[in-house]
T-cell receptor, first 113, second 113 residues
């Protein structure tokens, strides 16, 4: 059974801090890893990672994948209160035609002013 | 507006009621999903429709019954639910091609009394 574990489960920081969120996984037939941000409503897509060692970057957010060690990290630099959310990691099982996702339990990030 | 619209946003129902959740996607996708999000648990995949055919039924109790009349619409029919079914129900859609991320709706917050 596919499995995704995120750490820490929750994190409280102050504006301007840098945070690193972790995601480790076990999947039978790895296709890709995705990061989502959820602020009380719909999870919104952040990154899709398919290759090891290639950093994806969007503004203050960046992410990288290590397919040998089976983990990914999501970095947020110069955090802002608007970064407060639940960050979800998911892996795509390539053994299904539609790309079955297995999600981790999420990391709750709280950024104080 | 996320491109995936869910109604109602909130629903309170008794254990003997019958209700339906509705999802509509405006993205031209050909796969649709129902996920359940309970407190402190990972997102759980319930059903997947790919090209209007149900391809995943993830050991969901029969009191949940999905319906996909076309590629843009998805329903979840509910009857004789239990209090433990109270959760956020998220609809998502994607394109059934390699490396296409899911796009989520805002969810229906269901409370079973």
């Amino acid at each position: 059974e596919d499995k995704v574990v995120q750490s820490p489960l929750s994190l409280v920081v102050h504006e301007g801090d840098t945070v690193t969120l972790n995601c480790s996984y076990e999947v039978t037939n790895f296709r890709s890893l995705l990061w989502y941000k959820q602020e009380k409503k719909a999870p919104t897509f952040l990154f899709m990672l398919t290759s090891s060692g290639i950093e994806k970057k969007s503004g203050r957010l960046s992410s990288i994948l290590d397919k040998k060690e089976l983990f990914s990290i999501l970095n947020i630099t110069a955090t802002q209160t608007g970064d407060s959310a639940v960050y979800l990691c998911a892996v795509v099982d390539g053994g299904t035609s539609y790309g079955k996702l297995t999600f981790g339990q999420g990391t709750i990030l709280t950024v104080h002013p | 507006e996320t491109g995936v619209t869910q109604t109602p946003r909130h629903l309170v129902m008794g254990m003997t009621n019958k209700k339906s959740l509705k999802c509509e996607q405006h993205l031209g996708h050909n796969a649709m999903y129902w996920y359940k999000q309970s407190a402190k648990k990972p997102l759980e995949l319930m059903f997947v429709y790919s090209l209007e055919e149900r391809v995943e039924n993830n050991s969901v109790p029969s009191r949940f019954s999905p319906e996909c009349p076309n590629s843009s619409h998805l329903f979840l029919h509910l009857h004789t639910l239990q209090p433990e079914d109270s959760a956020l129900y998220l609809c998502a859609s994607s394109q059934v091609v390699r490396d296409s991320p899911l796009h989520f709706g805002n969810g229906t917050r269901l409370t079973v009394t």
